[in-house]
């Protein structure tokens, strides 16, 4: 039986007797998950006994404190900023909606499928993410049916787009504005002009004002994206997403200014408040203009 963790200010509970090492990228629920399993008792229950105060695995992972880091790496006799690194406490809070409650991909040369259940990686619920950071290989669906992305000829583009929205998320870095704030306002619906005959809202995204594959691409899938409340793409359309991210961020404000046209109505409005909003607190000035890319 563990011993209970105690409850005195300053006190943490005693070492673990057996530590098993943590994979390259894991994440800290999936490590805490092993523990338990090796001592036979639930996952929850593992928490428990190192954070009482910390309702669900799900948490740990996302809102893990400073504190609760120290008395976990003393637990489990580690480093804390290793153990940080096993949780999305350090992502920018605007990128936190490209989070995944779930696994939604791996990399098959980093996380083969065998008859054992492997750890859980942090890189399976980057939502922008289309290649594995360990390897650079391109991420597969975690399902049985994986799709090859349809936008293989923006695939270079979409590594730039990849590239911005990592660095906003793990460090915090930007240009001169949020890439995931972009990545939203092209998730918005469109009109398309002229209007097409049967047309219908749910198929048209500012994105496809810039990717005009798209459009093609969900009228044939009959898929409606994920909204900007939500923006994780499915991972075989997320190249013409990131690539969308990456054309705009070249192009500067002017090209959101553009793309305002694209709109009517109430998500005109509401596009219009975001950019001017973006406008008003970019910083740099815009290179020559690249309107030409729509």
Request: charged share 20%; aromatic share 0%.
């Given at each position: 039986?563990?011993?209970?963790?105690?409850?005195?200010?300053?006190?943490?509970?005693?070492?673990?007797?057996?530590i098993l090492a943590p994979h390259a990228d894991e994440l800290l629920s999936s490590w805490i998950s092993r523990h338990a399993s090796f001592y036979a008792i639930p996952p929850l229950g593992m928490l428990r006994h190192c954070l009482p105060e910390v309702s669900s695995l799900r948490s740990a992972d996302r809102n893990v404190t400073a504190t609760q880091v120290t008395r976990l790496a003393g637990i489990f006799s580690t480093e804390p900023a290793t153990l940080r690194r096993m949780t999305f406490s350090n992502v920018a809070p605007a990128s936190r909606r490209l989070i995944a409650a779930r696994p939604l991909q791996s990399c098959s040369a980093c996380h083969p499928s065998d008859h054992e259940p492997g750890p859980t990686l942090r890189s399976q619920l980057l939502g922008w993410r289309i290649t594995?950071?360990?390897?650079?290989?391109?991420?597969?669906?975690?399902?049985?049916?994986d799709r090859p992305s349809p936008f293989g000829r923006y695939h270079g583009t979409a590594l730039i787009g990849e590239r911005l929205l990592d660095d906003e998320a793990e460090r915090g870095v930007r240009t001169w504005t949020s890439p995931t704030e972009i990545a939203r306002l092209l998730l918005m619906r469109r009109v398309p002009r002229p209007i097409p005959r049967g047309y219908e809202p749910w198929r048209f995204r500012v994105l496809g004002a810039i990717i005009p594959d798209l459009d093609d691409?969900?009228?044939?899938?009959?898929?409606?994206l994920p909204t900007p409340a939500n923006p994780i793409l499915p991972l075989h359309l997320r190249s013409a997403l990131l690539a969308g991210v990456a054309i705009v961020e070249r192009a500067g404000p002017e090209m959101l200014q553009m793309l305002r046209g694209q709109m009517m109505g109430q998500n005109k409005a509401r596009f219009s408040s975001a950019i001017d909003e973006i406008t008003t607190h970019t910083c740099r000035s815009v290179a020559p203009s690249q309107l030409q890319l729509i």
């Open positions: 039986m563990l011993r209970q963790p105690s409850h005195d200010a300053g006190t943490s509970s005693r070492q673990l007797p057996v594995c950071p360990l390897c650079g290989g391109l991420l597969r669906h975690s399902g049985r049916h691409v969900v009228a044939t899938e009959r898929r409606s």
